[in-house]
Each structure stands twice: as structure tokens, then as C-alpha cells.
């Protein structure tokens, strides 16, 4: 391979990640990706961030919820300080923090132009699963208000 071809190759794995369209993107970021793709008469999404080893899925609502609400959310004690650790701002955000703590955990906020996320959803998905997401439509637009693990 040409040396042209390989900047060629680098350049658009870098832009594709950054699109959120590539495995090379975060996995909080595929997660969002998937919801972009929801419209109002597509209520179940099924959405595979694809992290090897499984993952815990935190969708956060806006604002700061205390330790006791996010471990009452179903967060375990174990990962507590990474998801407190990946919250910046105020704003609703995704997290993605895969069981293997030789993978990096990651965090969107880019879901906020597709979905809303009124209230905290903590979803432990074992290898071999996806995350189904279940929106509802109002007059804010559709929100998540359901998800769990679902065989892919």
C-alpha cells in the first residue's frame, strides 16, 4: 500500500469515528448513533455499540443525581465512581462502561438532538446481547422511557 493510500485510509476511519459511523468511534457514541436513526412511528430500537465482554448502560437524564439514585437506579456499587468520573455538565448524557476494565468507558451527550431521556435507565447487557430502547412520542419528541437486554 502506497504511502498516499494509507493517509487516505487513516483520514476516513478518522472522520467516519468522529460521524459516529465507524467500530473505531466510542461505544456511547454508536449507542446515540442508533437513536438517531428512530422516528416517530419506530418506537423499539435495537441498538449493539458492540463491546466485546459486555457493558453496563447508563442513559442520565439532565441534571445531578446523588450516589443513593444512581445505585437505587440499579448502577453497581463497583462502578459508581466511573459513571461519576464520565459525568460532565448538566446535560441528559449516555454512558457506556464495558465489564473489562482493560476497555475504556465512554460518554455522549449527542443523543439530545434525537431523543430525550426524562428519567435515570441502568442496563447490565452480557456478551452475546443488545439493548433494545423503547420511546415514546409526546409533544417534546420522543423520549426513552424503557430499556433492557435483548438476545441480538
Known amino acids: 500500500m502506497r504511502r498516499s493510500q494509507l493517509r487516505s485510509l487513516v483520514a476516513g476511519a478518522a472522520v467516519a469515528g468522529q460521524l459516529g459511523c465507524s467500530i473505531l468511534s466510542d461505544p456511547?457514541?454508536?449507542?446515540?448513533?442508533?437513536?438517531?436513526?428512530?422516528?416517530?412511528t419506530d418506537l423499539?430500537?435495537?441498538?449493539?455499540?458492540?463491546?466485546?465482554?459486555?457493558?453496563?448502560?447508563?442513559?442520565h437524564p439532565p441534571g445531578e443525581l446523588s450516589s443513593r439514585e444512581l445505585l437505587a437506579a440499579g448502577v453497581p456499587p463497583e462502578y459508581l465512581a466511573t459513571v461519576g468520573q464520565l459525568r460532565i455538565g448538566s446535560n441528559a448524557a449516555i454512558y457506556v462502561v464495558p465489564f473489562s476494565r482493560?476497555?475504556?468507558?465512554?460518554?455522549?451527550?449527542?443523543?439530545?438532538?434525537?431523543?430525550?431521556?426524562?428519567k435515570v435507565i441502568v442496563v447490565q447487557v452480557a456478551p452475546g446481547n443488545a439493548l433494545q430502547l423503547v420511546l415514546g412520542s409526546d409533544a417534546d419528541g420522543l423520549s426513552v422511557v424503557a430499556a433492557e437486554a435483548v438476545p441480538r
Open 28 to 40: 456511547a457514541v454508536r449507542l446515540a448513533d442508533c437513536t438517531r436513526r428512530s422516528s416517530p
Open 44 to 59: 423499539t430500537l435495537f441498538c449493539d455499540p458492540d463491546v466485546r465482554g459486555g457493558y453496563l448502560a447508563v442513559l
Open 102 to 118: 482493560s476497555r475504556r468507558p465512554s460518554r455522549t451527550t449527542s443523543q439530545m438532538h434525537h431523543v430525550l431521556i426524562p
